[in-house]
C-alpha cells in the first residue's frame, strides 16, 4: 500500500494523542546507544556479548541497536509476564520461556522496551544475575518517570518519559500498535479507568 500512511503524523490513529519520538528521532537514537555500547565493550575486551530482548516490546528495538553493534553479539529472548492490567503495579512477574543459551561466563545485556514499575528489570537482574554471567549490564529504550520505581540500575537509556501510556516501537496497548514506526503517546481516557 501507501507508505505514507504509516509515517506521515496526520494519520494518527484516533486512540493516539501525539508523537513522542519519530522515526527520525528514534534511529539516530539508537544508532547513538548502538555505539556507546560498542566502544565501552571494545574497551573492555568482552569478545562475545549477550544480547537479552525481553518479549515482545524489545523485539524491534533489539533488532534495530543489534544491527548497528560493532561489536560480536548473540541475541537471544526471554518473555516474562506481569500480573494485573495495564499500567497496574501489582509487582508480580511470571516467566513466561526462558532463554536458550547459557549466560555463565558471558558478558550480558538485557535489553528491555521500557522500564516503568522497574518490577520486570528487577526480576530479570536477580534470575540472570544469580547465574554468574562474567558482567551484567541493563540497556532500555525508554524510561517512565513514576513514583517508587525500583531502584535497579540501567547502563543506557534511549529516552526518559513522563509518565503516560506510550505505544509503537514494538510497545503495545492490549496488543495493538505495536509496529507502528514512532513512540506515541496514547489517549489518557483510553488506559485510565473511570
Ligand atoms: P514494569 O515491570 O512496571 O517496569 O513494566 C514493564 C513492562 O510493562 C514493560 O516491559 C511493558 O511491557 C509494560 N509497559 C509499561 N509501561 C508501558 C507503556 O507505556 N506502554 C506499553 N507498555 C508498557
Ligand atoms: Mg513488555
Given at each position: 500500500m501507501n507508505d505514507q500512511q504509516v509515517a506521515v503524523p496526520e494519520k494518527l490513529p484516533a486512540?493516539?494523542?501525539?508523537?513522542?519520538?519519530?522515526?527520525?528521532?528514534?534511529s539516530s537514537r539508537v544508532s547513538e546507544l548502538a555505539?556507546?555500547?560498542?566502544?565501552?565493550y571494545e574497551a573492555i575486551g568482552a569478545g562475545s556479548v549477550l544480547l537479552i530482548g525481553v518479549l515482545k516490546g524489545a523485539f524491534i528495538f533489539l533488532a534495530?541497536?543489534?544491527?548497528?553493534?560493532?561489536?560480536?553479539?548473540?541475541?537471544?529472548?526471554?518473555a516474562?509476564?506481569?500480573?494485573?492490567?495495564?499500567?497496574?503495579v501489582s509487582g508480580a512477574v511470571r516467566l513466561l520461556m526462558?532463554?536458550?543459551e547459557p549466560v555463565a561466563g558471558r558478558h550480558v545485556i538485557i535489553v528491555e522496551d521500557i522500564v516503568d514499575s522497574g518490577q520486570t528489570l528487577a526480576y530479570l537482574d536477580r534470575?540472570?544475575?544469580?547465574r554468574e554471567p562474567a558482567s551484567l549490564r541493563?540497556?532500555?529504550?525508554?524510561?517512565?518517570?513514576?513514583?517508587?520505581?525500583?531502584?535497579?540500575?540501567?547502563?543506557?537509556v534511549g529516552f526518559d518519559i513522563p509518565d503516560v501510556w506510550v505505544v509503537g516501537y514494538g510497545l503495545d496497548y492490549a496488543?495493538?500498535?505495536?509496529?507502528?514506526?514512532?513512540?506515541?503517546?496514547?489517549?489518557?481516557?483510553v488506559y485510565r479507568e473511570g
Open positions: 486512540e493516539i494523542l501525539r508523537v513522542l519520538f519519530s522515526e527520525e528521532a528514534i555505539g556507546q555500547i560498542s566502544a565501552d534495530d541497536l543489534a544491527r548497528r553493534l560493532t561489536v560480536p553479539h548473540r541475541v537471544d529472548f526471554i516474562l509476564s506481569s500480573y494485573g492490567q495495564m499500567g497496574a526462558d532463554l536458550r534470575m540472570i544475575g544469580g541493563r540497556c532500555t529504550f525508554l524510561r517512565k518517570h513514576t513514583d517508587g520505581q525500583a531502584t535497579v540500575p540501567i547502563e543506557y496488543e495493538r500498535y505495536r509496529t507502528l514506526p514512532y513512540i506515541a503517546e496514547l489517549r489518557p481516557d
